[in-house]
């Protein structure tokens, strides 16, 4: 990429490993983070396709039963703590933040190579638990399984995942910051775009939630070394005390992993429907009331656990109260699309996927989180459906609404729109083939992580294997058609999209500052109904931009 | 089923109509919105596609209404289908007084239950049709979990404590049972099947199984080969509390607190004896941890209650 063209932009500011593993040019950071994200996405994949072959038929016959449970355990853990967690925060948060409330950097840049520093620190022990024989836990590490009687390289994951967590706290104290302090004159919280809100949120479920994760995981420590009883109840401990710490992290941290795809969408969705995002304030402020309630919910993976049945009945009401503001959103995305003119670009094809997926996916929540329906469901592939649904249709689908939507401005090229639009489709139909079956394998009683299963529930598996063979394709696709533009696509324009927001009104790709002058904000977000648009707007630069 | 391909699972037991009617009333209403929202949002992307000649002008709706209704109107939903589910959850807490007692143990990687008679079962379950079944949980390693897909329960066992789980099986037949939590290498292999018979049957094959000696039973040799008696018996030379009428009763303890001896409290005062102190007696009972393991503790636990004239329902785990 080291070309003429991308002199005086951020990439032409050296090419060394150097110049990249010693950047605080957050734009740069993003881009050490895209980079080892995409392989933890592959390799947590590939065992994901691994499994489904395996449960292609009822008997084990591709893996062994130890090798097939290390390989969800491993699956779990590299996608939620080094895939999910990171995912839009580390990639399009870093580039983004500063570039859409118009400032320079993070607050802190010196913090934010660090923790990407500190996240593949942690992420080596990760893959050296993978390399050295694996961990048999599942992710969510239970006592006294994990503590007692696992046969895996338990501590190393749990040690990298300890890691991660300050690598993630890192990140949501710098964005914290930044919006507090480095907010463009003018630019007040509620002219703020909603990614940037949504960034916010997740920042302080971060900062509040992960010394949780540390801290359970230093109790396990303390009783393996020391032998306190904690969690173990031969030593007088309580095998549920560590459910209540986990989940009480672990439910937040699937806000963390959702709240900024859903940022993500509520860029999208108004740009391409030419119309301001229906409910501003709402959705701004449902984001927040998410944070919050997200807190409160985490007793609802807990309903059949031995946990009194009335704190079962009042988690599950606040899980129905967490439901409400996501319900907001829903209508709130889908009204914006009125009496707009309306285009179907990648990433509208992705943002409009994400719609349908997160609102089945979350509709599957309301099963759950009704208690006596929950007693059925819980532990099936039903739930493996509904946290698919969010995490997968929702949350990986809205990282590839943005990366589409942003990928002019990250690297100055355009990518083939057709093979864009194949790939969101083929990613939506595999997406419903994998994971639809795997409702009715819940409803119908087969429960989770079996390496085999009784010969009936073999229809809806076999479904959902060949699932699992066309989403792996959806997702392979941008790796080569991405991959090629970064070298052969066409330039891009400033503003590709024609779009509001300060990050489309500096070059593509940036310049190392960002913004040769100062942006002032004089219009609330969305702007997309006020005439005008294109020749008021700010733009340093657009002239020089290469064509 | 149609072909072999389950789309609806069996309903064999009492609650399991009743938790299905919640579960297809969501279902319909889940539809109803999902196809009514994708419908729409389909229906604007191609009324306002690009170049259409829909209408676009006039005011947007009036924005503050419409959110308002629609935030109230999930709220009323919302919370009759919480009521709703609450109502048969709470429920699983009350099984019916007259309910069979068997006992269930999970370890890595089987069930073993005893009947009430004593009779002893590996990965199956006899019951019969039309009577309150109770199985009290527990767990000689990790945790697992109790799942009969056809009865719509679901119970963890937890070691280090008694859970219950209760129903009515409705259908004779067999019935997968299932572990639900992931217990370790061979979770998928630790299932086996409920077998309903009818109760002419259910008497037949329980005398079939031979004169198994009940859980209270061998619990009472166990408390005497454990030397428990010595202390607790009628003649004991020692000052320990007496045990008839145990289960259930209020025992003071010498820090003023009362509390009521469940099957926490038994297991609690067999395993860690200094925790709670029955008031006006010297802390002098060693701790059996270790001593006797999870199937042991259950057999002295059923001749404790055995003890007490009739068990007390409801009693909490």
Redesign the interface.
């Known amino acids: 990429m080291s070309n003429a063209a991308m002199q005086g932009t951020y990439l032409g500011e050296g090419s060394g490993l150097r110049a990249w593993l010693l950047t605080t040019d957050h734009k740069r950071v993003a881009w050490l983070y895209l980079i080892s994200l995409t392989v933890f996405f592959f390799l947590g994949g590939a065992m994901a396709v691994l499994m489904r072959i395996e449960l292609a038929t009822p008997a ?1 016959d591709l893996v062994s ?2 090798v097939y ?1 290390r390989l969800f355990s491993l699956h779990g853990i590299i996608m939620v703590w080094f895939f999910l967690v990171p995912s839009i925060p580390g990639t399009m948060g870093n580039f983004l933040l500063p570039l859409m409330i118009g400032a320079r950097d993070l607050a802190f840049p010196r913090l934010n190579l660090a923790s990407w520093y500190v996240f593949i620190f942690g992420s080596l022990f990760a893959l050296f638990a993978v390399v050295a024989g694996g961990v ?1 836990t ?1 992710w969510t590490f ?1 006592t ?2 994990s503590t ?4 895996g390289f338990v501590s190393t994951a749990a040690f990298g995942v300890f890691i991660v967590g300050f690598s993630t706290i890192m990140t949501g104290i710098n964005f914290i910051v930044t919006v507090h302090t480095l907010r463009a004159p003018g630019l007040t919280w509620f002219r703020l775009p909603i990614f940037v809100w949504t960034l916010y949120a997740t920042s302080l479920v971060m900062v509040l939630a992960t010394p949780v994760l540390a801290a359970s995981l230093i109790l396990i420590v303390l009783e393996r070394v020391f032998g306190i009883g904690i969690f173990n ?2 030593l ?1 401990g ?3 005390l560590f459910q209540h710490l986990f989940w009480f992290y672990s439910h937040p941290a699937v806000y963390i992993m959702i709240l900024p795809g859903m940022g993500v969408v509520s860029e999208v969705l108004p740009c391409f ?1 030419r119309r301001p995002l ?2 501003y304030k ?1 959705v701004a402020m449902s984001s927040m009331a998410i944070a919050v309630f997200g807190f409160l919910v985490w007793g609802h993976h807990m ?4 946990q ?3 704190a ?2 009042v988690f ?2 606040l899980s ?2 967490v ?2 503001p996501s ?2 959103k ?3 995305w ?2 914006t ?8 670009e990648t990433p509208m094809l992705y943002a ?1 996927f994400f ?2 997926l997160f ?2 996916g979350g ?2 929540g ?2 759950l ?8 469901v ?3 592939y039903f739930v493996i459906a509904h946290f698919h649904y969010i995490m997968v249709g929702g949350m990986v689908t809205a990282y590839m609404a943005g990366l589409h939507f942003w990928w002019p401005k990250l690297t100055g090229r355009m990518y083939s729109e057709t093979a864009g639009r194949i790939a969101a489709t083929v990613t939506f139909v595999g997406f419903n083939l994998t994971f639809f079956p795997q409702y ?1 394998l819940g ?3 087969m ?8 010969p ?2 073999q ?2 598996n076999v479904l959902s294997s060949a699932g699992a063979v066309v989403l792996a394709i959806g997702y392979l696709m941008p790796l080569f058609y991405l991959g090629w533009s970064l070298f052969r696509g066409a330039r891009a324009p400033d503003n590709p999209w024609n779009a509001t927001g300060l990050e489309w009104q500096t070059s593509s790709p940036p310049p190392p500052y960002n913004f040769e002058t100062m942006p002032v904000v004089t219009r609330p977000a969305y702007a997309y109904d006020m005439k005008g648009l294109e020749h008021e707007s700010f733009s340093p630069h657009r002239e020089e931009a290469a064509r | 089923m149609s072909f072999g391909v389950p789309f609806f699972p069996q309903e064999a037991s009492s609650e399991a109509g009743h938790v299905d009617a919640l579960f297809y009333t969501l279902l319909i209403f889940s539809a109803v919105l999902g196809l009514t929202l994708t419908g729409l949002v389909v229906g604007y992307a191609v009324k306002y596609r690009v170049g259409s000649k829909a209408d676009r002008t006039g005011q947007r709706s009036r924005t503050m209404w419409l959110e308002m209704s629609w935030t109230v109107a999930s709220l009323i939903i919302a919370f009759i289908f919480f009521g709703w589910g609450a109502v048969l959850f709470v429920r699983r807490d009350h099984p019916p007084a007259d309910a069979l007692e068997i006992t269930g143990l999970g370890k890595q990687w089987m069930w073993e239950f005893r009947q009430p008679g004593g009779q002893r079962e590996i990965n199956e379950l006899h019951v019969p049709v039309g009577k309150p079944v109770v199985v009290s949980l527990a767990s000689q390693d990790v945790i697992h979990s109790f799942y009969v897909p056809a009865f719509r329960i679901k119970q963890d066992a937890v070691p280090g404590r008694t859970t219950r789980i209760w129903f009515i099986a409705t259908e004779p037949g067999r019935y997968h049972l299932f572990c639900a939590q992931y217990c370790g290498t061979q979770h998928s292999e630790m299932s086996g099947w409920v077998t309903v018979m009818a109760p002419e049957q259910y008497a037949s094959w329980l005398n079939g199984q031979g004169e198994g000696e009940t859980l209270a039973a061998s619990g009472e040799k166990l408390f005497r080969a454990l030397g428990c008696s010595g202390c607790h018996g009628a003649s004991s030379k020692v000052r320990a509390p007496s045990l008839d009428g145990i289960f259930g009763r209020p025992v003071a303890l010498d820090n003023q607190q009362t509390v009521i001896a469940d099957e926490r409290y038994l297991r609690d005062s067999i395993l860690n004896p200094k925790k709670e102190i029955a008031a006006g007696y010297e802390p002098v009972m060693p701790s059996f941890d270790g001593l006797i393991d999870e199937g042991e503790l259950q057999m002295l636990l059923a001749y404790l209650k055995s003890l007490s004239p009739r068990p007390t329902a409801g009693a909490k785990p």
Do not use: Q
């Not at chain 1, 007692?148 to 046969?151: E, H, I, K, V």
């Not at chain 1, 309903?303 to 031995?306: D, I, K, N, Q």
């Not at chain 1, 989180?369 to 059925?376: F, G, M």
């Open positions: 084990g039963d130890d449970n048999d599942g239970y006294p399984l007692l009687y696992a046969n109840p031969d007088g309580d095998p549920l429907s229906f409910g709402a309903f059949v656990s031995g009194s049945a009335y079962g009945v599950s009401f129905f109260c439901a409400i319900a907001i829903v209508f709130n889908s009204l699309l009125r009496k707009g003119e309306i285009s179907f409009l719609l349908g609102t089945f509709l599957a309301l099963f989180a009704a208690l006596a329906v929950d007693v059925h819980h532990d099936t009715m409803f119908n009683g429960p989770r992580r079996y390496h085999t299963y009784p009936e529930f229809f809806w």
